[in-house]
């Protein structure tokens, strides 16, 4: 079956622009995930869904970053005024309600320049 | 906090040695703990999971890995490498109780087989 999808797998932007993040999760699963990784380094917990509510989202770095999840299915990460800082590969996971075992799509490179 | 160490950024090997690849944490309780593996160009992938009993997990590719309550540590081992098992491994930990579902990673370990 298919696996999470994530677009775009690549994002070029300027400095102050707003950017969009998708997260498509594998059917079915209730828990989503995103988690941020920059170059040398682990990922990094950003929010969590526990079906349409952010069960726990204390790892968003500031009020520029929000994530939904209307339908409880697809999630999408926004992210205002960009900062160079912001730069990362933007990786989303799932997995059954109460699973232990994630399962991470490819991940979108945003490039902030 | 929770914490996860990966004391090594690069551990490398002859194929058709054991390897080893160490992680220790620093969770309250007893946590979840996993190990992860990257691919270049692919998302992380699951290799193992220790929840309870056996101290000795048995994954996918032939890893295993060994839970050590005492030292707090979860190395991942593989008796024979393989030039393919060359990737980038995480360790990871989950708080067993409710509070909190996310995951915690370590910075990972590039594991080099070399030929």
């Known amino acids: 079956g298919a696996g999470v999808s994530q677009t775009p797998s690549n994002k070029v932007t300027e400095k102050g622009k707003y950017v969009e993040l998708r997260c498509d999760p594998i059917?079915?699963?209730?828990?989503l995930y995103w988690y941020r990784q920059s170059l040398g380094q682990g990922p990094e917990f950003l929010i969590y869904?526990?079906?349409?509510?952010?069960?726990?989202d204390s790892g968003l770095p500031n009020d520029r970053f929000f994530a939904v999840r209307p339908e409880g299915s697809v999630s999408t990460l926004k992210i205002q005024r960009t900062e160079r800082g912001d730069s990362a590969v933007y990786l989303c996971?799932?997995?059954?309600?109460?699973?232990?075992?994630?399962?991470f799509g490819s991940g979108t490179q945003l490039s902030v320049l | 906090a929770q914490s996860v160490a990966q004391p090594e950024d690069q551990v490398n090997v002859a194929e058709g040695n054991p390897l080893t690849v160490k992680c220790t944490y620093s969770?309250?309780?007893?946590?979840?703990l996993f190990w992860y593996v990257q691919y270049p160009n692919r998302g992380l992938q699951f290799l193992l999971k220790?929840?309870?009993?056996?101290?000795l997990v048995k994954g996918s590719y032939g890893f295993e890995a060994e839970f050590n309550k005492s030292q707090t540590s979860f190395h991942l081992k593989k008796p024979s490498a393989l030039v393919s098992d060359s990737a980038l491994y995480f360790c990871?930990?989950?708080?067993?109780?409710?509070?909190?579902?996310?995951?915690?990673f370590g910075p990972g370990t590039r594991l080099s087989v070399l030929p």
């Open positions: 059917s079915g699963h209730t828990a």
């Open positions: 969770v309250s309780g007893n946590p979840y």
């Open positions: 990871a930990v989950r708080p067993r109780d409710n509070y909190g579902q996310n995951f915690v």
């Open positions: 869904f526990q079906g349409t509510g952010a069960a726990d």
């Open positions: 220790y929840i309870t009993g056996d101290n």
């Open positions: 996971a799932s997995s059954v309600q109460g699973g232990e075992k994630l399962f």
